[in-house]
């Protein structure tokens, strides 16, 4: 129990200090019990142990006083003081067991002792070689949880796939629930199990405090390797019905009928290469994503969708189009959603969805596509129709190729999103662009002059794979009171000429220019930032 004051900063540094001169005193006075003998005739003893006045002075002090100057007093300060150390000591009690190949006997990481209160923060962590099959998560942690399962507030799981059954084993239980669980984190790095085909049955008791829950698959190599993952977060998200924030990156789709509070979702679709076959994995189904998402649209403010490739993929990338057909997504209508950002345009391929209609509440986007696969403004705005009114800020991120076709699409970004107020407007020249030809550099220029109808009040512009001066011309020549960045290769000079000072001077009106990823002997910088600082230019540099 946690006591309001308001007593001065003074009075309360003053009982601090009667506090800690007491402790020692207090220390003498025990017993061989290692409990206080308290003497009813003495006031300052009998006022220490007073729960109401030593809970009000223990929620001022710090975790190293908590530890070492009031635990060890005696049990009662050790209980009460171990609440506002538990909330206090940011590093989470660890619980592991790790066996190898080349051991009988599990290495075992972990507390044996320590007061059930602390266990606010408790991270679990199996691992084995993949040779060996075990059920039963760590033994260290299943001794203690009778004790602490109801004062664990924040869970983090780190396990091997192997383990998944001795989880769910945890989850189903009905003895020793998790009943103040706010926070779930689970991390299973797959590999090939004896138990990936078993079958988990039984429903999970149900944890109606949990807020928040993060589910990854790491390593996944194969299909279905994931079966019983999804298993688990399915059976977790059934029984978390005050769920607020989900994090997932997997290969499956899950269902959120259940959580009828769901507020922020995040989804990472995980690409891989199957190591039999050497071919690239499932591409994401954008049926069952529509799917997925209609079961939270009516709860759902914040969205983001994104694919992680487990391997770098550079060899088939570029031709990833021509094995995988296609796709269009047509988002569900949120009629709550605020926030959108997909960082993988090239993948989910929005169709004419970002109307007024279909996500009539919504104000932040971010679209991003992938620069190895060319994939410019003019892809990712491809099946855009409708305006959207209510769009205030916006962040695209996309290559830029020099197609004289695309002159015109500041112009269609405006019309889609009138109201936008804060821009940022990242571009990533492809490799064979040298921009020294006055028609690039024109039609670059004119690109970023037709985003002018804007009365921005925020924006910046970020040029990336900068190789010559000619980008620097058209980007200050197109734009004002902007903040711009360029960032160059580490591979070309940057060599501070005549026709450089004369862009930089120029381009007075653009708010901030940094530049960074630029060649420079030490000499040449000394002279670019003497030029920056007599002209008295907006100018930074990094390397």
């Given at each position: 129990?946690?006591?309001?004051?308001?007593?001065?900063?003074?009075?309360?540094?003053?009982?601090?200090?009667?506090?800690?001169?007491?402790?020692?005193?207090?220390?003498?006075?025990?017993?061989?019990?290692?409990?206080?003998?308290?003497?009813?005739?003495?006031?300052?003893?009998?006022?220490?142990?007073n729960p109401l006045l030593v809970n009000l002075i223990f929620s001022y002090m710090d975790a190293p006083t908590l530890k070492t100057s009031v635990r060890p007093v005696c049990t009662l300060w050790a209980d009460l003081g171990a609440p506002f150390l538990g909330k206090k000591t940011t590093h989470p009690q660890m619980f592991s067991e790790s066996i190898t190949c080349d051991s009988e006997i599990p290495e075992t990481i972990g507390l044996t002792v320590f007061h059930p209160k602390l266990a606010k923060n408790v991270k679990l962590v199996s691992s084995t070689c993949p040779c060996d099959s075990p059920e039963l998560l760590p033994r260290n942690?299943?001794?203690?949880?009778?004790?602490?399962?109801?004062?664990?507030?924040?869970?983090?799981?780190?396990?091997?796939?192997?383990?998944?059954?001795?989880?769910?084993?945890?989850?189903?239980?009905?003895?020793?629930?998790?009943?103040?669980?706010?926070?779930?984190?689970?991390?299973?790095?797959?590999?090939?199990?004896?138990?990936?085909?078993?079958?988990?049955?039984?429903?999970?008791?149900?944890?109606?405090?949990?807020?928040?829950?993060?589910?990854?698959?790491?390593?996944?190599?194969?299909?279905?390797?994931?079966?019983?993952?999804?298993?688990?977060?399915?059976?977790?998200?059934?029984?978390?019905?005050?769920?607020?924030?989900?994090?997932?990156?997997?290969?499956?789709?899950?269902?959120?009928?259940?959580?009828?509070?769901?507020?922020?979702?995040?989804?990472?679709?995980?690409?891989?290469?199957?190591?039999?076959?050497?071919?690239?994995?499932?591409?994401?189904?954008?049926?069952?994503?529509?799917?997925?998402?209609?079961?939270?649209?009516?709860?759902?403010?914040?969205?983001?969708?994104?694919?992680?490739?487990?391997?770098?993929?550079?060899?088939?990338?570029?031709?990833?189009?021509?094995?995988?057909?296609?796709?269009?997504?047509?988002?569900?209508?949120?009629?709550?959603?605020?926030?959108?950002?997909?960082?993988?345009?090239?993948?989910?391929?929005?169709?004419?969805?970002?109307?007024?209609?279909?996500?009539?509440?919504?104000?932040?986007?971010?679209?991003?596509?992938?620069?190895?696969?060319?994939?410019?403004?003019?892809?990712?705005?491809?099946?855009?129709?409708?305006?959207?009114?209510?769009?205030?800020?916006?962040?695209?991120?996309?290559?830029?190729?020099?197609?004289?076709?695309?002159?015109?699409?500041?112009?269609?970004?405006?019309?889609?999103?009138?109201?936008?107020?804060?821009?940022?407007?990242?571009?990533?020249?492809?490799?064979?662009?040298?921009?020294?030809?006055?028609?690039?550099?024109?039609?670059?220029?004119?690109?970023?002059?037709?985003?002018?109808?804007?009365?921005?009040?925020?924006?910046?512009?970020?040029?990336?794979?900068?190789?010559?001066?000619?980008?620097?011309?058209?980007?200050?020549?197109?734009?004002?009171?902007?903040?711009?960045?360029?960032?160059?290769?580490?591979?070309?000079?940057?060599?501070?000429?005549?026709?450089?000072?004369?862009?930089?001077?120029?381009?007075?009106?653009?708010?901030?220019?940094?530049?960074?990823?630029?060649?420079?002997?030490?000499?040449?910088?000394?002279?670019?930032?003497?030029?920056?600082?007599?002209?008295?230019?907006?100018?930074?540099?990094?390397?």
């Amino acid at each position: 129990m946690q006591v309001e004051s308001d007593l001065s900063t003074q009075q309360m540094d003053d009982m601090l200090d009667i506090t800690a001169t007491s402790a020692a005193d207090l220390m003498q006075e025990q017993g061989e019990s290692g409990d206080l003998q308290i003497d009813e005739t003495n006031v300052a003893t009998s006022a220490l142990m007073n729960p109401l006045l030593v809970n009000l002075i223990f929620s001022y002090m710090d975790a190293p006083t908590l530890k070492t100057s009031v635990r060890p007093v005696c049990t009662l300060w050790a209980d009460l003081g171990a609440p506002f150390l538990g909330k206090k000591t940011t590093h989470p009690q660890m619980f592991s067991e790790s066996i190898t190949c080349d051991s009988e006997i599990p290495e075992t990481i972990g507390l044996t002792v320590f007061h059930p209160k602390l266990a606010k923060n408790v991270k679990l962590v199996s691992s084995t070689c993949p040779c060996d099959s075990p059920e039963l998560l760590p033994r260290n942690f299943t001794a203690v949880r009778p004790r602490i399962a109801r004062h664990v507030e924040e869970l983090e799981v780190r396990i091997d796939s192997s383990f998944l059954p001795g989880l769910h084993k945890m989850w189903t239980s009905r003895q020793h629930l998790f009943n103040n669980l706010t926070k779930i984190s689970i991390t299973v790095l797959l590999f090939s199990d004896d138990n990936a085909d078993s079958i988990l049955t039984g429903s999970y008791p149900m944890m109606a405090n949990v807020k928040m829950i993060s589910i990854r698959m790491a390593n996944q190599y194969r299909l279905d390797q994931d079966k019983l993952g999804a298993i688990i977060s399915q059976k977790l998200f059934n029984a978390t019905p005050n769920l607020q924030e989900v994090e997932v990156e997997a290969g499956f789709y899950l269902d959120f009928a259940p959580c009828k509070k769901l507020d922020k979702f995040t989804y990472a679709f995980v690409k891989f290469l199957d190591w039999r076959t050497h071919e690239p994995s499932k591409v994401v189904e954008m049926d069952k994503i529509v799917k997925m998402l209609e079961s939270c649209r009516e709860s759902l403010t914040e969205l983001s969708l994104s694919q992680v490739r487990v391997v770098d993929f550079e060899d088939d990338e570029e031709d990833d189009d021509d094995v995988q057909p296609v796709q269009t997504l047509s988002l569900p209508s949120f009629p709550n959603l605020t926030r959108l950002s997909i960082s993988s345009m090239e993948v989910y391929r929005l169709g004419d969805c970002l109307s007024v209609k279909n996500v009539p509440n919504l104000t932040h986007v971010i679209l991003a596509g992938s620069i190895k696969k060319w994939f410019t403004l003019s892809n990712i705005i491809a099946h855009f129709r409708h305006p959207h009114v209510g769009i205030t800020t916006l962040d695209l991120d996309a290559a830029y190729d020099g197609d004289e076709d695309d002159v015109e699409i500041g112009t269609e970004i405006v019309r889609l999103f009138p109201a936008v107020k804060i821009l940022k407007l990242k571009l990533t020249l492809l490799a064979y662009l040298q921009m020294d030809d006055l028609e690039e550099i024109r039609l670059l220029k004119q690109i970023l002059r037709n985003f002018a109808p804007w009365e921005l009040t925020s924006a910046l512009v970020e040029m990336k794979n900068v190789r010559s001066s000619g980008v620097v011309l058209g980007t200050m020549q197109g734009l004002s009171h902007t903040e711009v960045r360029f960032c160059g290769t580490n591979k070309h000079p940057f060599v501070l000429g005549d026709d450089v000072k004369e862009i930089l001077l120029a381009g007075r009106e653009i708010k901030l220019i940094k530049m960074s990823g630029f060649l420079m002997t030490e000499t040449e910088r000394d002279e670019f930032e003497g030029f920056v600082e007599d002209s008295g230019l907006p100018i930074s540099f990094s390397e």
